[in-house]
């Protein structure tokens, strides 16, 4: 099976050499970003502060120097938009997949955009740091999914060929660069299809 988007095909073809995993977090594991905002009537400018490139690479402090220049119309704390994110909400069947895939043998990973305080939330949070290994997180590793070499960087660190590796992600954007370091990807949309979508990729559980 492929998708055309643009002009970048993906190939998702059924593959029974897979050995790891990763999710993305936000949007697959927890609500995402702009679900998490939704309610807000700032929505749109937080979704630009949370995209900010620098804000994703950034170390302490970044947040709070972007409120307090760039995004002082907010007038919001870094505490305020660290609980905003900060969601204790879960997908609950998807993280059954990722334990059942783990306990199955298969290596379970995360990488994931976030900013430097929400990074040290998640790594705290629902026995991440134990279930996802390795666990890359932007702010962590200087680079988003909007850089290739996040990819390499993942496929290096599990010694793997890039056909035997998966990313899941619901920003259809984001998986691009994957796509070109030679990934399997699925774009996820619902946790009910997502076992579909694995097993078409020759996973089994």
Same mark, same amino acid.
């Given at each position: 099976m492929?998708?055309? #988007? $643009?002009d970048?095909?993906?190939?998702?073809?059924k593959? *029974?050499?897979?050995?790891?995993?990763?999710?993305? &977090? %936000?949007?697959?594991?927890v609500?995402?970003?702009?679900?998490?905002?939704?309610?807000?009537?700032?929505?749109?400018?937080?979704?630009?502060?949370?995209?900010?490139?620098?804000?994703?690479?950034?170390?302490?402090?970044?947040?709070?120097?972007?409120?307090?220049?760039?995004?002082?119309?907010l007038?919001?704390?870094?505490?305020?938009?660290?609980?905003?994110?900060?969601?204790?909400?879960?997908?609950?069947?998807?993280?059954?997949?990722?334990?059942?895939l783990?306990?199955?043998? #298969? $290596?379970?990973?995360?990488?994931?955009?976030?900013?430097? *305080?929400?990074?040290?939330?998640?790594?705290?949070s &629902? %026995?991440?740091a134990?279930?996802?290994?390795?666990?890359?997180?932007?702010?962590?590793?200087?680079?988003?999914?909007?850089?290739?070499?996040?990819?390499?960087?993942?496929?290096?660190?599990?010694?793997?060929?890039?056909?035997?590796?998966?990313?899941?992600?619901?920003?259809i954007?984001?998986?691009?660069?994957?796509?070109?370091?030679?990934?399997?990807?699925?774009?996820?949309?619902?946790?009910?299809?997502?076992?579909?979508?694995?097993?078409?990729?020759?996973?089994?559980?």
């Amino acid at each position: 099976m492929s998708l055309v #988007l $643009g002009d970048l095909k993906w190939r998702c073809w059924k593959n *029974e050499m897979i050995t790891n995993i990763f999710f993305d &977090y %936000g949007g697959v594991l927890v609500p995402s970003a702009t679900t998490s905002i939704s309610e807000n009537p700032n929505r749109d400018r937080i979704k630009q502060l949370f995209y900010e490139p620098e804000l994703l690479i950034g170390d302490e402090g970044t947040l709070q120097r972007l409120l307090s220049d760039g995004y002082r119309d907010l007038n919001m704390t870094p505490e305020q938009v660290i609980s905003i994110f900060d969601t204790r909400e879960r997908y609950w069947m998807t993280w059954n997949i990722a334990h059942r895939l783990r306990h199955g043998g #298969l $290596g379970v990973g995360m990488i994931s955009d976030c900013f430097y *305080e929400l990074a040290q939330s998640t790594r705290n949070s &629902y %026995g991440v740091a134990s279930l996802f290994d390795p666990l890359i997180l932007s702010p962590e590793v200087k680079l988003t999914k909007r850089n290739k070499r996040i990819f390499e960087h993942a496929r290096n660190l599990v010694k793997a060929n890039s056909d035997q590796l998966v990313m899941i992600d619901d920003n259809i954007n984001c998986l691009d660069n994957a796509v070109l370091d030679g990934w399997n990807v699925i774009h996820f949309r619902d946790q009910l299809l997502l076992e579909t979508q694995l097993k078409n990729l020759g996973v089994s559980f």
